[in-house]
Every structure is written in structure tokens, then in C-alpha cells.
């Protein structure tokens, strides 16, 4: 089924191109996106589902989960909800069971559900517990719940994970500063979820210590970094793992950073519109290409981790 003419309308006005030649999607074609309610991911759920494609929007307060799907709805988009909270192992499982009974499976997920308490120059790190709880192991968590309920397809199912440049490895201002380790992280042959998950537990035992200024880790929004750092280093492992599995049951996994955006994250300090800072993520949920996978995006244009 092709998708609707208002989605081809959309991709060549917003973006000035020609529409693809050949859409995969239609509007059997489900994608989940997390934190769906407001901002990035507000825009990321409205432009999929104006592409055609049945989007189910999550959030962990569901009377503003509720509103926006609404919102989309009255849009004649396809939209349906269910709330999640990422830090509540229960909600991601009963998320799961839902999906399985509702819609079989799913053919997209967007981890886009992430928090930052630091604003303009500050560099707190009071919340770091909650900041790589949710940013790290809920893409984490949620991922490995749902991967089990991607379909098989000719095209291959999605992972797109909102991520940000403050967790480059080898970013010029921002870096990791133990070499070691970033080239641990770096090398797909050491890179591991349990490497991954021991920098986080160093760096959140610093941080109680009160030692953390002295470990090395970035100097610009510290914890943010640190979670980010681990997305991108997930995203790449994840796209190893899976990268074993047959044609026709493929799943291709990628990150990007949608830019300084104006939302409620950046206390609308940003130069970047949420439409445009959605525009990425929608991109690589819908590329043609089938063999991308691991990488990192900004702009649409690939950016070393």
C-alpha cells in the first residue's frame, strides 16, 4: 500500500527533494517512538505517521502521552499510545506484551526518551543517577525488549537512537580522556556491554566519591556525555550483534544527534527547530539503503563517533 499523498507532499516540500522512488513503507508499517509527548520526539511520532506509517507514541505521564497522540490523531494520522516509563522494567515488559497482542510486532523504534537537568553553562552532575538510567540503560532496556518483536522484511526492521555529539569519543572539547579506555570502546573486538556498563558504574561511583572532576570523563555536561557516550558505544555494539542475521529477518541500527534543539530540554535556549532536529531520526528510520548500520548521523550526513 503507498503511502498517503500528503507524506509525499511533506518529504518534497520540507526537505526539496524528490520523494523516494520506492516507498518500503505503508501503513501496515509500525514504529514505536519513547518520549513521544513534547519536543524531538513529538515531531519524530508526526512526521512518521504523516509518512504513512502507524507510529505508536509513548511517554511516562500518560495524560500528556494522551494529549499528543490525540493532537496527531486529529491530524487523520495513525496514531495509537501506550505509556511507558524506561526505568520501570514492568512498563517496558508490559509495553511489549501490548504490542504483541495489538499489532504482532513492530518495524521501527525510535529510542528517543532521554533527560538533561544542565542548562547554559552549568555542569551538575546531582542528577547523574537518573541521567544514565534513562539516557543509557533505557535506550538499553527498551531495545532489548523489543528487538524479539521486529518482523522480518526484505528491507530489514529499524533502531534509530537519539543521541548527541558531547558523546564522541574522540571529540576535539568534549573526549574521553583515558586512551585506553576510549580505544577500548573504540575497537568493535574489546567493545562490550559489559565494558560499557563498567565506564558508567566508574564514573557514577566517582561521582558519589566526589571524585569525578579528577577521572577524566568530558567537562561539558558531564553526566549527558557520559550517557550519550554509552548510547553511541551501545549503538555499535548492537549493530555487531545483530549484523549475523539472516536475510529477510535483518535489523539495522543507527544513532544521530539532532543539533541544540528549542525544547524544553535546552530550557528553549536552542537555535535548532524541533521539525529540524526530528528531520535525522525520520531519515534514518526510512532509508532505502539496507546496509547501513552503526553509524552515527547529524545533518543527514555520517559524523565519527
Given at each position: 500500500?503507498?503511502?498517503?499523498?500528503?507524506?509525499?507532499?511533506?518529504?518534497?516540500?520540507v526537505h526539496d527533494?524528490?520523494?523516494?522512488?520506492?516507498?518500503?513503507?505503508?501503513?501496515?508499517?509500525?514504529?514505536?517512538?519513547?518520549?513521544?509527548?513534547?519536543?524531538?520526539?513529538?515531531?519524530?511520532?508526526?512526521?512518521?505517521?504523516?509518512?504513512?506509517?502507524?507510529?505508536?507514541?509513548?511517554?511516562?505521564?500518560?495524560?500528556?502521552?494522551?494529549?499528543?497522540?490525540?493532537?496527531?490523531?486529529?491530524?487523520?494520522?495513525?496514531?495509537?499510545?501506550?505509556?511507558?516509563?524506561?526505568?520501570?522494567?514492568?512498563?517496558?515488559?508490559?509495553?511489549?506484551?501490548?504490542?504483541?497482542?495489538?499489532?504482532?510486532?513492530?518495524?521501527?523504534?525510535?529510542?528517543?526518551?532521554?533527560?538533561?537537568?544542565?542548562?547554559?553553562?552549568?555542569?551538575?552532575?546531582?542528577?547523574?543517577?537518573?541521567?544514565?538510567?534513562?539516557?543509557?540503560?533505557?535506550?538499553?532496556?527498551?531495545?532489548?525488549?523489543?528487538?524479539?518483536?521486529?518482523?522480518?522484511?526484505?528491507v530489514g526492521a529499524?533502531?534509530?537512537?537519539?543521541?548527541?555529539?558531547?558523546?564522541?569519543?574522540?571529540?576535539?572539547?568534549?573526549?574521553?580522556?583515558?586512551?585506553?579506555?576510549?580505544?577500548?570502546?573504540?575497537?568493535?573486538?574489546?567493545?562490550?556491554?559489559?565494558?560499557?556498563?563498567?565506564?558508567?558504574?566508574?564514573?557514577?561511583?566517582?561521582?558519589?566519591?566526589?571524585?569525578?572532576?579528577?577521572?577524566?570523563?568530558?567537562?561539558?555536561?558531564?553526566?549527558?556525555?557520559?550517557?550519550?557516550?554509552?548510547?553511541?558505544?551501545?549503538?555499535?555494539?548492537?549493530?555487531?550483534?545483530?549484523?549475523?542475521?539472516?536475510?529477510?529477518?535483518?535489523?539495522?541500527?543507527?544513532?544521530?544527534?539532532?543539533?541544540?534543539?528549542?525544547?524544553?530540554?535546552?530550557?528553549?535556549?536552542?537555535?535548532?527547530?524541533?521539525?529540524?532536529?526530528?528531520?535525522?531520526?525520520?531519515?534514518?528510520?526510512?532509508?532505502?539503503?539496507?546496509?547501513?548500520?552503526?553509524?552515527?548521523?547529524?545533518?543527514?550526513?555520517?559524523?565519527?563517533?
Open positions: 500500500m503507498p503511502a498517503p499523498l500528503i507524506s509525499v507532499v511533506r518529504w518534497c516540500c527533494q524528490s520523494p523516494p522512488l520506492h516507498m518500503w513503507w505503508s501503513s501496515e508499517t509500525v514504529a514505536v517512538v519513547t518520549g513521544g509527548n513534547r519536543g524531538i520526539g513529538f515531531e519524530i511520532a508526526r512526521q512518521l505517521a504523516d509518512h504513512g506509517l502507524t507510529v505508536i507514541l509513548t511517554s511516562r505521564e500518560s495524560n500528556a502521552g494522551l494529549e499528543a497522540s490525540n493532537a496527531l490523531k486529529e491530524l487523520g494520522l495513525s496514531v495509537d499510545y501506550h505509556q511507558l516509563d524506561v526505568l520501570d522494567s514492568l512498563s517496558i515488559k508490559k509495553l511489549a506484551e501490548w504490542i504483541e497482542q495489538t499489532y504482532g510486532g513492530i518495524d521501527v523504534l525510535v529510542n528517543n526518551a532521554g533527560i538533561n537537568y544542565n542548562l547554559g553553562a552549568d555542569n551538575s552532575v546531582e542528577h547523574a543517577q537518573n541521567v544514565v538510567a534513562t539516557n543509557y540503560y533505557g535506550t538499553k532496556n527498551v531495545s532489548q525488549a523489543l528487538i524479539p518483536l521486529m518482523r522480518p522484511s526484505a529499524r533502531i534509530v537512537n537519539v543521541s548527541s555529539r558531547l558523546g564522541r569519543l574522540n571529540g576535539r572539547r568534549n573526549r574521553l580522556e583515558d586512551k585506553d579506555l576510549r580505544e577500548k570502546l573504540a575497537n568493535l573486538e574489546t567493545l562490550s556491554e559489559e565494558l560499557i556498563d563498567r565506564m558508567v558504574s566508574t564514573f557514577l561511583q566517582q561521582v558519589e566519591e566526589g571524585t569525578y572532576p579528577s577521572g577524566g570523563w568530558p567537562q561539558m555536561f558531564t553526566d549527558y556525555s557520559v550517557s550519550k557516550l554509552a548510547v553511541n558505544a551501545f549503538t555499535r555494539l548492537m549493530a555487531k550483534m545483530l549484523s549475523d542475521r539472516p536475510d529477510g529477518q535483518k535489523i539495522y541500527i543507527n544513532c544521530y544527534c539532532p543539533g541544540w534543539v528549542k525544547t524544553a530540554m535546552t530550557g528553549w535556549a536552542g537555535n535548532i527547530s524541533a521539525e529540524d532536529g526530528a528531520d535525522t531520526g525520520v531519515w534514518l528510520a526510512l532509508l532505502q539503503e539496507q546496509a547501513i548500520t552503526g553509524k552515527f548521523f547529524a545533518e543527514r550526513r555520517e559524523i565519527n563517533f
